[in-house]
């Protein structure tokens, strides 16, 4: 399965991005699709999750400004990043974990400054 996202970009303070990524491949029924960043010099931390089913989990950091969400074709996700900060500028990755399927997307950049 090869994930491809994209969507980012610079964007100021208080501004909006809305980030795809799209799996290729046999993703199966059961599977949870996830997005990570990385901002330089930390490690890549959990953004945001959903599962097949519709369920949600987020990071503290961006609860009440993201939110994730599944296309009809259940093979793409979505970021919708709101009121954006200088702290969300990273590269944002997207991620799908499901039985014997763990996949990374290849990153695309997020920058909030004014």
């Known amino acids: 399965v090869q994930l491809q996202a994209c969507g980012g970009g610079l964007v100021q303070p208080g501004g909006s991005l809305r980030l795809s990524c799209a799996a290729s491949?046999?993703?199966?029924?059961?599977?949870t699709m996830w997005w990570y960043r990385q901002a330089p010099g930390k490690q890549r931390d959990m953004v945001a999750?959903?599962?097949?089913?519709?369920?949600?989990t987020y990071a503290d950091s961006v609860k009440g400004r993201f939110t994730i969400s599944r296309g009809d074709a259940e093979n793409t996700v979505y970021l919708q990043a709101n009121s954006l900060k200088p702290e969300d500028t990273a590269v944002y990755y997207c991620?799908?974990?499901?039985?014997?399927?763990?996949?990374w997307g290849q990153g695309t950049q997020i920058t909030v400054s004014s």
């Open positions: 991620r799908i974990i499901g039985p014997r399927l763990n996949s």
């Open positions: 999750g959903i599962t097949s089913g519709g369920v949600t």
């Open positions: 491949g046999s993703i199966g029924s059961i599977n």
